[in-house]
C-alpha cells in the first residue's frame, strides 16, 4: 500500500465519521464513533513503521523501515465487520425492560457501561407509540413514556450552529450610505442562514422507552391499565366507593 493510499483511506474514513456525527441519528453515538475511528486510524497505527520512515525521510538515516508489514484491506474490512456486527448484537441485547406492579424498570448493560431507571406509573403524563415504516412491514414499533419531569422529552435545536460575523461586515465611521446598506444588507442574509431555534420533542432512546419491541400494543395497554390503576382519580373514586360502603353499614 502506498503512502498516498494510506492516508487517502484515513482522510475519507474520518470525513464519514465526521458525516455520521453531524446527522445525529441513531448511529451517531459515542460508541459507533469511536469505532469508526478506530478503523480510520488503523492503517497508520499498524503501519507506523512506514510512516515514521516517511515523516524522517529528511534525516540522513530515517527512523523506520524496519518491518514490511501492510495493511489488507480485504482481511481487515471482514474482521471489522463481523466485530461490528457481535457487538451490534451484544448492544440489543443490553437493555432490559420489566413492568411491575406499581413502577416501570429500565436497564442497561453494556461494557462498564451501567444504567438504571425506575418509573412510577403515578408519574407517567403519556404513553406515545411510534412504528416508522420498517417496524410496520416487521412487526414491532417503540412505546416511549412522559413523565412530568421531563423524562423522555428532549430539547432539540433547528437550523446552524450559531451567528457567525463576516469580516468586513462590520460599520464603520468612513463608510459611506451604499457602503453601509450593503453591510446591513450582508449582516441580515447571513443572520437568516445562521438562524437557529429551539423546539421540544420526543425522541426515542433505548434506556427510557422499549425500544422497537414485538408485541408492543399489549405493552401499551398494560401500561395504559396500570397508570389509570395508580393515577389519582382512579384513587379517589377508590376512596369514594370505600367511604360510601362505610357509610351504608
Not at 446598506?181 to 433505548?206: E, W
Not at 419491541?213 to 390503576?229: Q, T
Amino acid at each position: 500500500m502506498g503512502f498516498s493510499e494510506l492516508f487517502s483511506f484515513t482522510v475519507v474514513m474520518l470525513i464519514i465519521t465526521w458525516l455520521n456525527r453531524l446527522l445525529n441519528t441513531s448511529t451517531s453515538g459515542r460508541w459507533i464513533s469511536l469505532f469508526l475511528l478506530l478503523v480510520s486510524f488503523s492503517p497508520l497505527i499498524i503501519q507506523i513503521d512506514k510512516v515514521a520512515e516517511r515523516a524522517t525521510f529528511f534525516l540522513d538515516e530515517p527512523i523506520g523501515g524496519n518491518f514490511n508489514f501492510d495493511y489488507n484491506y480485504t482481511i481487515f474490512g471482514i474482521l471489522y465487520a463481523s466485530l461490528f456486527a457481535v457487538m451490534t448484537l451484544y448492544y440489543q441485547n443490553s437493555f432490559h425492560y420489566a413492568i411491575t406492579s406499581d413502577a416501570v424498570i429500565f436497564e442497561h448493560s453494556f461494557l462498564l457501561s451501567r444504567s438504571h431507571r425506575r418509573i412510577l406509573f403515578d408519574r407517567i403524563s403519556e404513553v406515545i407509540v411510534e412504528r416508522t415504516p420498517i417496524g410496520t412491514v416487521f412487526g414491532y414499533a417503540t412505546v416511549s413514556i412522559l413523565t412530568d419531569s421531563g423524562v423522555g422529552i428532549v430539547d432539540e435545536s433547528m437550523g446552524a450552529a450559531g451567528a457567525v460575523n463576516m469580516p468586513g461586515s462590520a460599520d464603520s465611521a468612513d463608510d459611506t450610505v451604499a457602503e453601509t446598506a450593503k453591510k446591513s444588507l450582508l449582516r441580515s442574509f447571513v443572520g437568516i442562514l445562521t438562524y437557529q431555534r429551539t423546539i421540544r420533542t420526543v425522541r426515542p432512546d433505548p434506556k427510557h422507552c422499549f425500544y422497537s419491541i414485538r408485541e408492543w400494543d399489549k405493552c401499551k395497554m398494560l401500561l395504559n391499565e396500570m397508570h389509570k390503576k395508580h393515577s389519582q382519580s382512579n384513587l379517589l373514586s377508590d376512596l369514594k366507593e370505600t367511604i360510601s360502603a362505610g357509610n351504608s353499614e
